[in-house]
Structures are given as C-alpha cells and as structure tokens.
T-cell receptor, first 117, second 118 residues
Framework: AQKVTQAQTEISVVEKEDVTLDCVYETRDTTYYLFWYKQPPSGELVFLIRRNSFDEQNEISGRYSWNFQKSTSSFNFTITASQVVDSAVYFCALSRSPSNTGNQFYFGTGTSLTVIP | GAVVSQHPSWVICKSGTSVKIECRSLDFQATTMFWYRQFPKQSLMLMATSNEGSKATYEQGVEKDKFLINHASLTLSTLTVTSAHPEDSSFYIC??????????????FGPGTRLTVT
C-alpha cells in the first residue's frame, strides 16, 4: 500500500528564515514518483516538483530545494529565505508508475506554512 | 503546458438538488481522469477513477449512486452530486492523465470546484 506522511501540521516562521517541510513515504513499488504541491487559499494546486524513484539527485530551484533519500524514504522540501507569499498549505504526494493505469495520487495530510512579516 | 479546467469554480445549491461538475482537458486527451474531494483543512482523497467509455471505479466508502461519474469523451469527465446534502459541501478537484502527445502519462490537476450545500 502507498502512504505519505507529513508529520508537521502547521509551521510558522518569521520572514527570511529557512524552513524545511518533512515528507516520509511508504511503497513497495520500485518505480514511483514523488511530488510537492503548493495550495494557496484559492485552492488550486500549484505543481512544484516531480522526482522519480531512480533519481536521487537533490534539486534546487531558486529559493526551493528538495532532498530525496530512498534510504530513509524521505523527500523533504526546504524554502530558503522565506517570504510572506510562501504562506500556503504544502502537500507531498506519491504516485505509482505512469504506465500503471491505477496511478492515482496519494497525498500527505499537508503542512500549513505561515510566514510572518 | 497542459491545462485542465473545471466548471463551475464554485457553486451553492440547496439541499436535495443535484449539481454537475465538469472537468475538461483543454489541449490533450485523457483516457483516465481522477476525482478527489478535499474537506476544509484536510488532505485530498481519491473518490473515483474515471475511464473514457467505461464505468468509473469508486473508492471504498464512496457511494456510486450519489456521485455519478460520466467520462463520455477523451476530454471531458463529469461528476454529478445527486440529492446533495450539507455534508457533501467540499472542494472537488479532478486530475487528467495525459496520453501520448509527449505527455508520458503525466497527470494534471484542475483548479477545483467549491461546492456549498445549504
């Protein structure tokens, strides 16, 4: 069975602080994909990143960085120098191989981030 | 990039009435679409998987007679909430699984539909 755990329900940081959002996943598949989405108050999911299970390279995109470690089944997300606009709910998700017709998304419970000016 | 639209973006209806929500893939074909439901301050939970030309597959605990799903074409899936009640008030999000056209079966999410039943 697939499962995604985001242990942090709510986080508050002061602007310009760095913050790391944790994500731990469970799956028996050897091929899978991991995602992070941002959900602002409007509700629309904003895609941030997708990693496949064979690519453990960490990635940096501007102030965002991701640390994928298969050994600990974690896919953590760090925002550097946080800004007020980063305030949102962030979801980590897992999907099975794209060739699997049942490749629904399994979402974590989300982490609500508040950046205080 | 691939775009998925949902209509309406929000709807208020009276208890006992039915509401139809449309999910369209605008620039790609989607043989499979997924419907998720999100209650306030909660995660997204899969309700059903919709396959073009066949019956939808519902997740455990989701009433198929209450949440009617139709996937009549490769670009449109509809979710009809029949005899809606206040407890059906939620945020409904669809995703479309792209096939071919260089999309490699990627999924794209719609912007969501906020349903309020009074």
């Amino acid at each position: 069975a697939q499962k995604v755990t985001q242990a942090q329900t709510e986080i508050s940081v002061v602007e310009k602080e760095d913050v790391t959002l944790d994500c731990v996943y469970e799956t028996r598949d050897t091929t899978y994909y991991l995602f992070w989405y941002k959900q602002p108050p409007s509700g629309e999911l904003v895609f941030l990143i997708r990693r496949n299970s064979f690519d453990e390279q960490n990635e940096i995109s501007g102030r965002y960085s991701w640390n994928f470690q298969k050994s600990t089944s974690s896919f953590n997300f760090t925002i550097t120098a946080s800004q007020v606009v980063d305030s949102a709910v962030y979801f980590c998700a897992l999907s099975r191989s794209p060739s699997n017709t049942g490749n629904q998304f399994y979402f974590g419970t989300g982490t609500s981030l508040t950046v205080i000016p | 990039g691939a775009v998925v639209s949902q209509h309406p973006s929000w709807v208020i209806c009276k208890s006992g009435t039915s509401v139809k929500i449309e999910c369209r893939s605008l620039d790609f074909q989607a043989t499979t679409m997924f419907w998720y439901r999100q209650f306030p301050k909660q995660s997204l939970m899969l309700m059903a998987t919709s396959n073009e030309g066949s019956k939808a597959t519902y997740e455990q605990g989701v009433e198929k007679d209450k949440f009617l799903i139709n996937h009549a074409s490769l670009t449109l899936s509809t979710l009809t909430v029949t005899s809606a009640h206040p407890e059906d008030s939620s945020f409904y999000i669809c995703s479309a699984r792209a096939q071919g056209q260089g999309h490699s079966y990627e999924q794209y999410f719609g912007p969501g539909t906020r349903l309020t039943v009074t």
